[in-house]
């Protein structure tokens, strides 16, 4: 055989046996790719997005779009040739495996996590959206979960509302933690709280629930990393009442990065006119219950989805400014927002034609 036949053949067989190595060898990434937007102001699987009732509404156009990431599954392992070829397509981005599912994070039990955040991020949505629009909403701290084992187990149950500790008024989630935390491990600390179930009875009846109990819990200490702590083993949290209902109906969405869409398709629905004037405008953030929106994951890929579906204009988290403004898709425009009325404000100077007084984004935030 020709030495060059020969040097040919070994080459090929070598390729072969790298590509072979390549798809059995496997790698701890997983990926993320542009995944659905959806108009937070129009229809999905047939029925709105946002059904308002008990208030008026007003008819409006243009798009208020919430965007989505795709990532693999906690239990699939890419293969080499997979990775390589994530790493080098623009639109994907391959991320450690830890990065995703943290602590060896189940699948399910990543999607009841996002279930929950997505819950929490539509309920701090409406809150922030009607503060925006000066309607009151009715707030309180409630038991959000009971750690099991915790000293407060089969004590303190989950919607509980907590009135006080020791005596004290508790005015946010916050609070509670502040308050248990003045105690020495072993020292009992008194809630006063009005049980789930006499809160729910009096929602379900428009009233005001009267009835309040005293529960001694004797604090642990802490087992985290952190400086040692007295402890309940409980999680606070804020439940509303709304002056007439806002139902957010989008399934297979979980994470909180929707809030801010959410939170204007409702302002918008609410107020005559159209926010957008109808321009297609997308946009990401979570936001809380007093309209400040935070950062998400998966910035890049967002816009990119965004772009693709046909926006003009994204609504970008201050915090994540400097990292999508790396790689703006063409066509295109990063705003900068931190709160619902850095949006509403970028909304008008859309609908009004004044871009260039619009906050963009750049590579410094």
């Not at 709280?193 to 809160?199: D, E, G, H, M, V």
């Not at 005001?208 to 604090?219: D, E, G, P, S």
């Amino acid at each position: 055989m020709p030495r060059r036949t020969a040097t040919m053949l070994a080459s090929t067989l070598m390729l072969i046996a790298l590509l072979c190595a390549g798809v059995f060898v496997k790698v701890p990434y997983s990926e993320m790719s542009p995944g659905p937007t959806v108009n937070t102001l129009g229809d999905h699987g047939g029925e709105p997005v946002l059904q308002i009732s008990g208030h008026k509404t007003y008819p409006t156009t243009g798009h208020l779009n919430m965007t989505t990431v795709r990532v693999t599954g906690a239990d699939y392992r890419m293969n080499l040739v997979e990775a390589v070829y994530g790493w080098l397509a623009h639109d994907n981005k391959v991320v450690p495996h830890d990065t995703l599912y943290p602590d060896g994070k189940t699948e399910e039990q990543s999607t009841q996590e996002n279930a929950e955040e997505f819950s929490q991020s539509q309920e701090s949505a409406k809150v922030a959206a009607l503060k925006a629009l000066k309607i009151p909403v009715q707030s309180w701290v409630i038991v959000s979960t009971v750690v099991k084992g915790s000293p407060s187990e089969g004590k303190l149950h989950a919607g509980d509302v907590i009135k006080d500790v020791d005596g004290t008024a508790v005015k946010e989630p916050g609070d509670v933690a502040k308050l248990v935390t003045k105690h020495k491990p072993g020292e009992d600390v008194v809630f006063t709280i009005t049980p789930a179930k006499a809160q729910a009875a009096a929602q379900k009846s428009g009233k005001t629930a009267t009835v309040t109990q005293k529960v001694t819990i004797r604090t642990a200490t802490s087992d985290d990393t952190g400086e040692k702590r007295a402890i309940v083993g409980i999680s606070a949290g804020t439940d509303h009442t709304f002056p007439f209902s806002i139902d957010i109906k989008l399934a297979d969405v979980g994470g909180p990065s929707a809030g801010l869409m959410f939170a204007l398709g409702i302002y918008d629905k609410l107020t005559p006119g159209s926010l957008t004037g109808g321009t297609f405008v997308a946009g990401t953030g979570t936001i809380d219950d007093d309209g400040k929106v935070g950062p998400i994951g998966g910035i890049e890929m967002k816009t990119v989805g965004a772009r693709d579906k046909g926006a003009r204009y994204f609504l970008t988290p201050a915090d994540n400014c400097a990292a999508a403004a790396k790689d703006v898709p063409g066509g295109l425009t990063l705003i900068k927002v931190a709160t619902i009325e850095d949006a509403l404000g970028a909304l008008t100077d859309i609908r009004e034609g004044k871009t260039d007084a619009l906050p963009k984004c750049t590579t410094k935030g």
